[in-house]
């Protein structure tokens, strides 16, 4: 994982790894309760999905404000 982070900057690494875990956590916890469970379809798009947060650029937006709250 910290390969796929490692061009981000910390902050932002830091909250990617914090949403990661946050979701792998509700998915296992809604699986847990769920009497269907979760299908294989479903975790696949759910890797997808985390794939995608961890490899995103960082938008123009984000690094403005994480510029932005530095200055402060």
């Given at each position: 994982m910290e390969a796929a982070l490692q061009d981000l900057p910390e902050r932002i690494r830091r909250g990617r790894t914090f949403q990661l875990y946050i979701g792998i956590i509700?998915?296992?916890g809604q699986?847990?309760?769920s009497s269907q469970?979760?299908?294989e379809a479903q975790l696949h798009n759910f890797v997808d999905g985390w794939v995608g947060l961890l490899t995103?650029?960082?938008s123009y937006e984000t690094r403005a404000l994480l510029t932005q709250s530095r200055g402060s």
């Open positions: 509700n998915v296992l699986s847990a309760r469970g979760i299908s995103a650029p960082v």
